[in-house]
């Protein structure tokens, strides 16, 4: 894992991360909304992980006053169950830690136990359920907080 980059995600890696949105998600974001995080979103923070010049991952969260809320998190299939994750997840925790924000929040899939397991590990708790929150499965999100 030492030769993985975690570094801003940038216009040129967008076509890349969206080879990773359409494998990771059954509703994959459009260039469209990752254009509009990256050049207009003021609250939006984007990262990739890359190896050897390749985009193998990404994340992103929002700031939003004293809390960040994380949007994405997706790694490439083939490079799943690395620590690739984890990489994107101390990146994110970083940018956090830079800004004095302290709590963090996501949704995740109910069915999803693999990346609840990864936010435990950083500190996360179950705070609730949101509903039918998927709108393509209607599963339900488990909502998860950090607070430090």
């Known amino acids: 894992m030492n030769d993985v980059i ?5 216009e040129e890696d967008i076509d890349q991360v969206l080879e990773i949105e359409k ?7 459009s260039r469209e ?7 207009k979103n003021q609250l939006a923070r984007y990262i990739v ?3 050897e ?27 799943r169950g690395q620590g690739i994750g984890k990489l994107i997840m ?11 924000i302290n709590n963090m929040t996501l949704e995740v899939r109910k069915s999803n136990i693999v990346a609840q ?9 179950n705070c609730g359920v ?11 999100a488990i909502i998860m907080w950090r607070e430090k």
């Open 6 to 10: 975690i570094r801003k995600m940038t």
């Open 23 to 29: 494998e990771s998600f059954k509703t994959p974001w």
């Open 33 to 39: 909304a990752f254009v509009l995080e990256l050049e």
């Open 49 to 51: 992980a890359e190896k």
């Open 53 to 79: 010049g390749k985009v193998i991952g990404y994340g992103g969260l929002w700031l939003i006053l004293d809390e960040a809320h994380i949007t994405n998190i997706a790694v490439s299939s083939q490079y």
């Open 90 to 100: 101390e990146g994110l925790i970083e940018i956090c830690e830079e800004k004095g």
């Open 117 to 125: 397991s990864l936010y435990k590990k950083y500190g996360f708790v």
């Open 130 to 140: 949101r509903p039918g929150y998927y709108t393509d499965t209607k599963e339900d």
